[in-house]
């Protein structure tokens, strides 16, 4: 069983930090280089910038959430959410299709229950 897991590259999982803006404010996020490929993977999708993609992201967590606790593990969540719903066959695994043609809704539907989501602010 381990193999699987083992046999990963040590690069995939040692850690970068990447200095980003997010409206004018520079900040630090430090993530393993893994993480990094499956975000900019997510942003190309839709023609973003990994910066453009987490800007967004960003953006819709505080309007959905009000605040933002650990932004950094919010992106490795996001990533590994990403992955799983491609492996549930959720997300085609054809990169041309963007991620903003996809009805969440339907990508969302009958998930496990610790993958729900809490209720949204904003009526979104």
């Known amino acids: 069983m381990c193999e699987v897991f083992i046999s990963a590259s040590p690069e995939s999982y040692e850690s970068r930090t990447r200095s980003v803006r997010l409206h004018g404010v520079i900040t630090s996020i430090r993530l393993e280089n893994l993480h990094w490929e499956v975000l900019e993977e997510i942003g190309a999708r839709d023609g973003l910038s990994v910066t453009q993609l987490i800007e967004?992201?960003?953006?819709?967590l505080v309007q959905a959430r009000g605040a933002v606790g650990?932004?950094?593990?919010?992106?490795?969540?996001?990533?590994?959410?990403?992955?799983?719903?491609?492996?549930?066959?959720?997300i085609p695994a054809d990169l041309a299709v963007p991620i903003r043609s996809l009805d969440a809704s339907q990508v969302l539907q009958d998930l496990p229950a610790s993958w729900a989501?809490?209720?949204?602010?904003l009526g979104l």
């Open 56 to 60: 967004r992201l960003y953006d819709e």
């Open 70 to 90: 650990n932004f950094a593990s919010f992106l490795r969540v996001s990533a590994l959410r990403y992955m799983a719903l491609q492996a549930r066959q959720r």
């Open 117 to 121: 989501r809490a209720p949204q602010r």
